[in-house]
């Protein structure tokens, strides 16, 4: 079973705000771009995904994630995530509408495409499932099987939305890089633990054994 993967991507200046007590406004949207080129790497290497479409109105993200093979579907202005995630899953869906479709926070630096396949095995047995995050609050990645709405729910607390939409929540073991989203600085330690792809390495770099410098 070959999946359509559907990431959001919020205009790069405005992205990760969270993470302003650890990164100042200079280094954010490399920071932002690098969790989405490495969480785009491991989606477009993961032996079960057949397309990558990112939902981006930013050019620059754009651009890159074009270079990397992913369709870019370009933003309902102002809309906000879900109904971004609903477009470009309606989109996708004109293309390969015999293909599973799971939506991605891009938010991941630290996923690998072994575990990524694990949880997209596990979500074909169902119509609609979702895998919580770290934090077991929110969600990483919900799905629809084809033919099957999406409805996505994202945002603070959606795990408790997803899982009152009567989406399957996903429990495989060993799936820790799926689950390791980055909002804050102790999310990106932990994700710099788990190990992170290329890019965000290269761009937390100037973070490393310094507190963060005001406007940088
Ligand atoms: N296309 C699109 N993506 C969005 C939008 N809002 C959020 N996202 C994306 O949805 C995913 C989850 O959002 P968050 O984890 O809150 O990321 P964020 O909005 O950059 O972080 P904060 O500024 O700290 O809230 C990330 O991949 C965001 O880039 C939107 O309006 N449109
Ligand atoms: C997008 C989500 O939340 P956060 O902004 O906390 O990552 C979510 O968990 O659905």
Do not use: Y
Not at 167 to 193: F, H, I, W, Y
């Amino acid at each position: 079973m070959q999946w359509t993967m559907v990431i959001p991507l919020k205009p790069l200046t405005r992205a990760k705000s969270r993470l302003a007590d650890t990164a100042g406004a200079g280094l954010r949207p490399g920071l932002a771009l690098a969790f989405a080129q490495d969480t785009v790497a491991a989606a477009l290497a993961c032996t079960a995904v057949g397309d990558v479409a990112v939902v981006t109105d930013d050019a620059v993200a754009g651009r890159e994630l074009a270079a990397l093979g992913a369709r870019i579907v370009p933003d309902l202005p102002g809309a906000g995530l879900n109904p971004a995630l609903a477009h470009g899953a309606a989109v996708v869906r004109a293309s390969h509408p015999e293909r599973p479709v799971a939506a991605l926070n891009a938010d991941l630096p630290a996923l690998r495409p072994d575990e990524l396949a694990r949880v997209l095995a596990s979500a074909g047995e169902f119509p609609r499932a979702f895998l919580a995050d770290a934090a077991a609050l929110g969600t990483t990645l919900l799905t629809a099987a084809p033919g099957r709405e999406l409805l996505p729910a994202f945002g603070p607390g959606s795990r408790e939305r997803h899982r009152a939409s009567g989406a399957v929540e996903l429990t495989p073991a060993g799936v820790d890089s799926v689950r390791q989203d980055v909002d804050t600085g102790a999310d990106l330690r932990a994700a710099l633990a788990l190990g992170v792809g290329p890019w965000t390495e290269a761009a937390a770099a100037p973070l490393a054994g310094r507190a963060p410098v005001p406007g940088q």
